[in-house]
């Protein structure tokens, strides 16, 4: 499985990106796929996930802002973000795991993949 995500950016606080990560593979449906970012000196965090059935988990700072969201038929899944922080500036990485991840959506370890990252600035 390979994923490339893409649509970071700059944008000034309170505006709005839509991050996408397009997957190879047939097994994308049934995967578990993620978003995690990583700020400068910080560890990686989980940001929200989304499971084969549609169900969501969420970082709670980013509830009500983030939604996550995926296109089975494109192996495309998409983090739309609102209301932009500058908190939120960091390099955003999506993430693939098997179902058996869906019980610990937060861990990064239970994801087997991993894009690049895409790069997210948001300015005050």
């Known amino acids: 499985v390979q994923l490339q995500a893409s649509g970071g950016g700059l944008v000034q606080a309170g505006g709005f990106l839509r991050l996408s990560c397009a997957a190879s593979?047939?097994?994308?449906?049934?995967?578990?796929m993620g978003w995690f970012r990583q700020a400068p000196g910080t560890e990686r965090e989980f940001v929200a996930a989304?499971?084969?059935?549609?169900?969501?988990t969420y970082l709670d700072s980013v509830k009500g802002r983030f939604t996550i969201s995926r296109d089975n038929a494109k192996n495309t899944v998409y983090l739309q973000m609102n209301s932009l922080e500058p908190e939120d500036t960091a390099v955003y990485y999506c993430?693939?795991?098997?179902?058996?991840?869906?019980?610990?959506?937060?861990?990064?370890?239970?994801?087997?993949?991993w894009g690049q990252g895409t790069l997210v600035t948001v300015s005050s």
């Open positions: 993430a693939a795991g098997s179902p058996a991840a869906g019980s610990a959506p937060s861990t990064s370890h239970r994801y087997d993949y």
């Open positions: 593979g047939r097994i994308f449906n049934s995967y578990i």
């Open positions: 989304i499971r084969w059935s549609g169900s969501t």
